[in-house]
Nanobody, 114 residues
């Protein structure tokens, strides 16, 4: 059974930075693409960034150049470094194992506000 535990959210002012972490267990971590999703109030959950087992990354346009996704296959962790945060980055952030439908953590709240 997949277990994902996110951490690292918080409240920051616009322009600030946060680093999210996700620890995975119950899977052969290195073979799966991992993703960070976010859900803003009143909006659908969206994929923000993904990373393959080999380290190939993809980002939505709105976070390119500001967010960096990384992973440590030895530790079964995936991180999301978020810089130059904007109010529109506010939401609950989740990590997810792409290809395993019911693989969501509890989420971590990110609030960007002055």
């Amino acid at each position: 059974q997949v277990q994902l535990v996110e951490s690292g959210g918080g409240s920051v002012q616009p322009g600030g930075s946060l680093r999210l972490s996700c620890a995975a267990s119950g899977i052969i971590f290195r073979i799966y693409i991992m993703g960070w999703y976010r859900q803003a109030p009143g909006k659908q959950r969206e994929l923000v960034a993904s990373i393959t087992g080999g380290g190939t990354t993809n980002y939505i346009d709105s976070v390119k150049g500001r967010f960096t996704i990384s992973r440590d296959n030895a530790k079964s962790t995936v991180a999301l470094e978020m810089n130059s945060l904007k109010p529109e980055d506010t939401g609950v952030y989740y990590c997810h194992v792409l290809g395993i439908g019911n693989s969501w953590g509890q989420g971590t709240q990110v609030t960007v506000s002055s």
